[in-house]
């Protein structure tokens, strides 16, 4: 009897994990096939390389763009430090094809000399860039990006923010090509770029 109840455990722990990743493998199908209905569209804001536009990319090149904060303390770093891992296993023309730019939904404190410095962790490559409340608010609309302001008066940082943390492969028109979901592994990301690129 014993017996019994341990195989029934065990099928349904396998049941569970197979309705799970299934669920998680429809999750990534849906997230790779473009914008999934988003609307995407022009980025322009000021950037720490000057006035940031997606116009200004060449034919062949995409930016990987990632919503966030500098005082994030773990889906931001994270989700840069993906995309320098996958940027160090594209080929050097490759590399150069992508353009990472990681735009601040804090603009009270992220002003553009920190989001410099913040992004000059990750590597060259990276640009920061952020804008108005109006501005941010219209942008996450088109892309789908969920953010609000946490009021944390226990802490020294007075408020964090709450965010959606995809990762956002879009060409010069502002075409979502792909959406990658957050990983701490760059495979979903590395995927997405050898589809596009």
Not at 9 to 16: D, E, P, Q, S
Not at 55 to 71: C, I
Not at 105 to 133: H, K, M, Q, W
Request: include cysteine; hydrophobic fraction near 40%; proline fraction near 5%.
């Amino acid at each position: 009897m014993k017996r019994q109840g341990l195989w029934a455990g065990i099928a349904l722990i396998v049941l569970m994990l197979g309705v799970g990743g299934y669920g998680w493998l429809q999750q990534q199908i849906g997230a790779g096939s473009g914008g999934n209905g988003l609307t995407g569209g022009p980025i322009e804001l000021p950037s720490t390389r000057g006035d940031f536009s997606l116009a200004e990319l060449e034919e062949d090149q995409l930016a990987v763009v990632f919503f966030g904060y500098t005082y994030c303390p773990d889906v931001c770093p994270m989700s840069l430090a993906v995309v320098r891992r996958a940027l160090a296993e594209l080929d050097a023309a490759d590399r150069e094809r992508v353009v990472p730019l990681m735009i601040s939904v804090d603009p009270e404190r992220d002003t553009l000399e920190r989001l410099a410095e913040y992004t000059g962790f990750f590597g060259d490559a990276f640009i920061g860039a952020t804008g108005s409340e109006a501005q941010l608010e219209e942008l996450a609309e088109r892309y789908g990006v969920i953010w609000r302001r946490v009021e944390t008066p226990e802490s020294a940082m007075a408020y964090t923010i709450d965010h959606s943390s995809s990762l956002y492969l879009v060409d010069r028109e502002g075409t979502i090509l792909r959406r990658v979901l957050y990983s701490p592994a760059p495979h979903g990301l590395l995927s997405a770029l050898g589809e596009t690129l």
